[in-house]
């Protein structure tokens, strides 16, 4: 993939790029915590997008090929604006969020293409923001470290896009270290990599194959709701700003005085805060079926509280629950489609990905799409 980018990138424009590595992510648990301030546990892969970005002579001209897409792209960094919609609003949003920082990038050209599943869930927007943003402070030499490379990228993606989503899909590409998850405070942004050892067992993904466009208006109503039932518990304690600050006591006094979706939003958040850490000290000991116990736990909240889940994605973690290679299985992401992550015993993954894989597709009439993912480092110059 290296070699191919690269050789797009001479047949296109001149000079030597710099090739940047930026991985997808997945996340063992935590999932929609993190806009709630609260805790995730995601991981870098072996699955990623790569750059090459040079400096070109063209003043403030930026040119933009993505690969994958055969698609050009080129704006002026004077004169810019979100498009509809589009992979461009990604970059360009990078681009602002620099000069907001009162930083100056001039004109440059890159290429980019890459291996992370479309529509997969794993992330390929962050990676993709994470990328640039390692990319032009490395070509114009501008400093920013990699906290604030993480946020200006967030950021991109609220202010240009238009999905307010948390911090933890570049945080995870940014930040990732080969066999390690990360445990990370979404609120301070103190994190630990915690080695994960699984063993005998494999991090499988079973692609729904289902768009999850639906997922950013909801992502969006999801947090509405959220910070709906955080003012509910601030008229009763001011020192309440998320819900991380919201124990399963405190939840369960004052169900009665909010509407019972806002009750089942905010019961799901607490649960799933509580659920990273035991998860945490479940791989400390080598516990690998309490892991995936709380997997399963995960799930049902995300089915029945939250309510992101969808049919295809709940068929595909039911066929799990019978099989004893495997120890939990859950869907992982924003939600509506995207894929189940499934801790399988190594030597049956051959098997598993057979049968659930008939299954699928005497269900739903479509071939199932899986994907063996390892965790790997973050964002990188290759």
């Known amino acids: 993939m290296q070699d191919h980018i690269l050789s797009i990138f001479q047949q296109r424009f001149s000079g030597q790029p710099l090739m940047i590595h930026a991985p997808g992510r997945i996340n063992l648990i935590g999932e929609h915590t993190d806009y709630n301030k ?91 923001e994470c990328g640039l943003a390692f990319g032009i402070n490395e070509i114009f ?49 103190d994190y630990v990599h915690v080695p994960l050892e699984l063993n005998d067992y494999s991090l499988v993904l079973c692609d729904s194959d289902v768009s999850h466009d639906l997922a950013d208006s909801e992502y969006n109503t999801r ?72 997997l399963y736990q995960g799930h049902a909240g995300l089915q029945h509280d939250y309510e992101v889940s969808c049919k295809e994605l709940d068929f595909l973690v039911d066929q799990t629950r019978t099989d004893d290679k495997i120890l939990g299985a859950r869907m992982m992401g924003g939600g509506f489609g995207g894929c189940t992550i499934n801790l399988v015993k190594t030597d049956h993954i051959d098997t598993f990905i057979d049968q659930i894989g008939t299954a699928f597709q005497k269900k739903f009439g479509k071939t199932l799409k899986t994907y063996q993912v390892h965790p790997s480092a973050g964002v990188r110059i290759i």
């Open 38 to 128: 609260g805790f995730v546990l995601p991981a870098a892969i072996d699955k990623g997008i790569v750059f090459a970005i040079a400096a070109n002579d063209q003043g403030n001209t930026c040119r933009m090929y993505a690969a994958d897409l055969d698609e050009y792209y080129e704006f002026d960094l004077t004169n810019f604006k979100p498009l509809t919609r589009g992979w461009q609003n990604y970059l360009m949003g990078v681009v602002h969020e620099i000069q907001q920082l009162a930083y100056a990038p001039k004109g440059f050209d890159v290429v980019f293409g890459g291996n992370i599943p479309k529509g997969a869930g794993l992330s390929s927007s962050a990676a993709l």
């Open 223 to 294: 947090r509405e709701e959220c910070e709906a039932g955080i003012e509910i518990f601030r008229k009763s304690d001011p020192n309440i700003h998320s819900l991380r600050d919201v124990d399963l006591e405190t939840l369960l006094g004052h169900q009665q005085s909010m509407p019972e979706v806002i009750f089942r939003r905010c019961r799901y958040v607490v649960a799933e805060n509580n659920r990273v850490q035991e998860v945490c000290t479940a791989l400390e000991k080598g516990n690998l079926e309490r892991v995936g116990a709380l």
């Open 141 to 189: 030499q501008l400093g920013i470290e990699r906290f604030r490379l993480i946020q200006l990228s967030q950021l991109a993606e609220h202010n240009f896009v238009g999905v307010k989503c948390g911090i933890m899909d570049q945080f995870a590409s940014m930040m990732g270290k080969h066999n390690h998850v990360i445990r990370l405070d979404c609120r301070s942004l």
